[in-house]
């Protein structure tokens, strides 16, 4: 396998809090560049520093690794198979990122929110439909927190949804509110909104 660079580790490493650094180390150990040569294994720019947990985080907007073959994955721990998925929903490629945001929709991990919701404020209908289906996941407590903590996230994640809307989906969705990822950013300000009533 061809190591990815230091810069890049470290770009990786400062997406996830610090207490499960050693794991991302481990778990950027079986990724590859997805091409040869000088290019970029991980974007410079991130999706907005949020707030986990107290900790500022920097999640990469894409990153152009390539995925390891199931077979090598048996001797990562499921927090490392968690951590690739996560790395992995960051992925240049469409058809990755669905498959790592399922996974990722398993866990109540702490740090997993801004992954799977960047996600609903892109572009591709498929992903969001995913997350749309695991709706019940999105009422757990570490997605209220993260709402709560992080308004600019989610200000910037409508603004999104309603761009890519009106671009690629509004023949297929003429009103807004009919959008499946309005739908979800709408509950969470909903979900914001009864919290500061209470």
């Excluded at 520093?49 to 390891?68: A, D, F, K, M, S």
């Excluded at 990722?104 to 996600?119: G, K, M, N």
């Excluded at 969705?173 to 979800?184: V, W």
């Excluded at 709408?186 to 909104?193: G, K, S």
Aim: aromatic letters at 12%; hydrophobic letters at 40%; one cysteine or more.
């Amino acid at each position: 396998m061809d190591q990815i660079t230091q810069e890049a580790r470290l770009r990786i490493r400062h997406a996830f809090p610090a207490v499960v650094w050693p794991d991302v180390d481990v778990a950027c150990l079986y990724l590859d560049p997805l091409y040869e040569g000088p290019t970029w294994l991980v974007s410079p720019d991130s999706i907005n520093p949020i707030l986990v947990n107290g900790e500022q985080l920097n999640i990469p907007y894409r990153v152009y690794l390539r995925e390891p073959a199931p077979a090598h994955l048996s001797a990562l721990t499921d927090m490392q198979q968690l951590i690739l998925s996560a790395i992995l929903s960051r992925s240049s490629n469409g058809f990755v990122r669905e498959k790592s945001v399922g996974e990722l929709l398993r866990s109540d991990e702490a740090w997993i929110p801004p992954f799977v919701l960047q996600l609903v404020g892109e572009y591709v209908l498929e992903i969001i439909r995913v997350v749309e289906e695991h709706s019940e996941v999105l009422k757990g407590s570490q997605y209220r927190r993260f709402a709560i903590d992080n308004p600019a996230f989610f200000q910037l994640l409508k603004q999104r949804i309603i761009s890519y809307w009106n671009c690629y989906y509004r023949t297929t969705f003429p009103r807004l509110t009919d959008y499946p990822g309005f739908q979800i950013a709408e509950f969470f300000d909903e979900m914001v909104l009864s919290q500061r009533n209470t």
